[in-house]
């Protein structure tokens, strides 16, 4: 397959659309899912502005769920002290609601256009970006072509590649190259993710490290923070956090075993999608434990067994809660998810074994002693029984894991420092406009 050929699909593909190459079709935002969308604004995702666009320069920076958002608010609010617009897309409302939060009007929010071409012309044709950036692992075959076609600046920041991803582009190493030719710079995560961008063509390509390392801890509300502890008292704890199908039940199986060895033990679990809490909820009570929902008000009694997370924003509260927090997405599913919040606020942490997705992040952790990897239910309920048994262990790796993090920290300005050559014309133009207005 030739470069010729494949940037003559991927020309087609702009006018014809994902349904027509399937090639390329996994990579399209054809993916949202039913109940993330903030039906008052659903146009928005069809490139309709919700806000008029603002004088002078603007960056449109993407960034897809909570967790890319987390990681870039950091770089946000550094862009915004040069004066310089920017125009914040997310694809879910979990999503937005951390923009609001944490970014206000201080930016524009939002929902990122389907990668079709009248939605995403629309888009680009209204807000007219002057600089792209885009967060982690969104690779829009539609956007980036047709931002190219604007010869608009595209910059991935926090890059990465999975396995499954990796490995899905080299079996189409050309059209991948056509398709990355277009991006003027990719500030990758890791020297592996870093060397799996060049393997496929992209130009130039630097290391910058997490800036999920870079963010603050979770907040939390401190009044809420102090009902919980005192309704937990001294009563042993233990987290299951951003679990996935299947992660649930066998962190309630673990605390059924643990419960008689250790008296009054609350086992706080956290599901990565609070919409699955009814039905988690009544499988837990089905195995004979007692459950409170925070999202209900219920209250941590003596004989509950299960303190259910079914809310949204509330991280920082339950790890405040514990010592001791095993990290979904790692048992029962692939991939993993980011054990750098629980690190930096003083937590022992767990995990199973399919951590790809933060492969960097858990090595070093690892090689601390910061975290451990357990292979199954039983090997979790070992761990968890060391570490409520062992308070001058527990401690040893809660400290590990604060100094890991602090260690990996620098990602943000190594990011900026990438960003310069493209956002300093901004700038300049920007002070300009605001000279020539006065």
């Known amino acids: ?138 690779i829009w075959p539609m956007t980036i072509l047709e931002l190219g076609a604007r010869h608009v600046p595209q910059v991935l920041v926090n890059g990465r590649l999975s396995d499954r991803s990796f490995m899905s582009w080299k079996k189409r190493a050309n059209i991948a190259e056509a398709l990355f030719e277009n991006l003027a710079h990719v500030v990758a995560q890791s020297d592996v993710d870093g060397e799996r961008f060049r393997a496929l063509g992209a130009r130039p390509v630097t290391v910058s490290g997490n800036l999920k390392v870079d963010t603050n801890p979770p907040p939390v509300d401190l009044r809420a923070l102090g009902t919980l502890q005192r309704q937990i008292g001294d009563r042993p704890t233990w987290a299951a956090i951003s679990t996935h199908d299947g992660e649930e039940v066998v962190a309630a199986e673990v605390h059924a075993t643990l419960h008689r060895r250790h008296h009054g033990l609350l086992t706080i679990v956290v599901p990565r999608h609070p919409d699955r809490a009814e039905a988690l909820a009544a499988q837990i009570s089905g195995m004979g434990l007692k459950v409170a929902r925070r999202s209900k008000g219920d209250r941590i009694g003596a004989d509950t ?10 991280m920082g509260l339950y790890l405040r809660l514990t010592e001791i927090a095993f990290v979904g997405r790692s048992l029962t599913s692939e991939g993993g998810q980011n054990p750098l919040e629980p690190a930096m606020l003083d937590t ?55 100094a890991t993090v602090e260690e990996m920290r620098g990602a943000l300005a190594r990011t900026l420092k990438s960003l310069e050559p493209y956002i300093q014309p901004l700038v300049v133009k920007a002070r300009l406009k605001g000279a020539n207005g006065r």
């Open 1 to 138: 397959m030739s470069g010729r050929w494949a940037r003559t699909m991927l020309s087609a593909y702009r006018f014809a659309g994902a349904a027509a190459y399937p090639l390329v079709g996994p990579y399209v935002a054809w993916r949202t899912s039913r109940g993330k969308e903030d039906r008052n604004r659903r146009r928005e995702r069809y490139g309709v502005a919700g806000r008029p666009r603002p004088e002078g320069p603007v960056i449109w920076i993407h960034a897809a769920s909570v967790g890319e958002t987390l990681a870039v608010v950091p770089l946000v609010e550094s862009i915004l002290d040069y004066g310089v617009n920017i125009v914040l897309t997310t694809g879910t409302v979990t999503s937005a609601q951390v923009v609001d939060e944490r970014l206000g009007d201080r930016i524009i929010h939002q929902y990122v256009p389907l990668d079709l071409k009248p939605a995403v012309s629309r888009f680009l044709d209204h807000w007219k970006p002057d600089l792209a950036i885009i967060a982690e692992s969104e």
């Open 348 to 402: 022992a942490v767990l995990a199973g074994r399919n951590v790809q997705n933060f492969r960097e992040a858990y090595q070093r952790l690892l090689d601390s002693g910061g975290a451990k990897l357990v292979r199954d239910r039983d090997m979790l309920a070992g761990a968890v029984n060391f570490l409520l048994t062992n308070e001058v262990a527990r401690h040893e790796m809660m400290a590990a894991g604060i």
């Open 305 to 314: 067994d299960i303190l259910l997370g079914d809310t949204i924003g509330e």
